[in-house]
């Protein structure tokens, strides 16, 4: 299991993200996935085989791969990448060259830590945009889930608009690397004007 990317946030200190092992972590993603707060991670009846089965899924997919965040060196949230032309947007969007989907999901926590959900997408959006083949994020929440959607606007995505998937109606919104990087320009000014997603938001992929 080696680690592809590191950030030190200015406020909270060592982010990484490391390639996850379905089995050895399925005990631990168990526990999230199925975490009352993960609801829209749409894994709440799953049983820890069914975990191990999906990541193995995942990491057998030509097109899909996932990666256990690491917060001063303790997991604390799940991310996932994919190639939107082949996994989950297929046919449902105007795919463009150097698009990449991702999803994320933070560990449940028993007290909030001020900020730290958005030091977790943006660690995530800086290890895509860290390949510069990736021109912009594309991500999918579910319509319903507007804490991901306030932390999605805060880091430079914009909303194109709600699509109908299988399992969901989701929010189609896309990030440019140009967006992101002039959101995270201003991110002290982000901060202040979204306090609702200024805590740990535990079950928001996005």
């Known amino acids: 299991m080696s680690v592809v990317f590191t950030r030190v946030d200015d406020r909270l200190g060592a982010f990484a993200l490391r390639t996850l092992d379905p089995e050895a972590d399925a005990p631990l993603l168990h526990g999230w996935v199925t975490h009352p707060k993960a609801a829209f991670w749409l894994m709440q009846d799953a049983d820890e085989a069914q975990v191990i089965e999906e990541y193995r899924r995942i990491a057998a997919h030509p097109h899909h791969d996932a990666y256990l965040g690491l917060w001063r060196g303790s ?24 698009d990449v989907g991702m999803h994320f999901l933070c560990a449940p926590a028993g007290a909030p830590v001020h900020g730290f959900t958005r030091a977790v997408i943006r660690t995530v959006m800086a290890w895509l945009f860290a390949d510069p083949a990736t021109r912009r994020v594309v991500v999918e929440p579910d319509v319903r889930n507007t804490a991901v959607h306030a932390l999605n606007a805060a880091v430079g995505f914009e909303v194109v608009g709600p699509i109908a998937k299988p399992e969901k109606d989701a929010l189609l919104s896309v990030c440019t690397r140009a967006r992101f990087e002039a959101a995270a320009g201003h991110a002290g000014l982000n901060a202040a004007a979204d306090p609702a997603a200024a805590t740990r938001e535990e079950g928001a992929p996005a």
């Open 75 to 98: 997991p604390a949230f799940l991310a996932e990448r994919y190639d939107p032309a082949h996994v989950e947007l297929v046919s449902l969007y105007d795919h463009q060259p150097g």
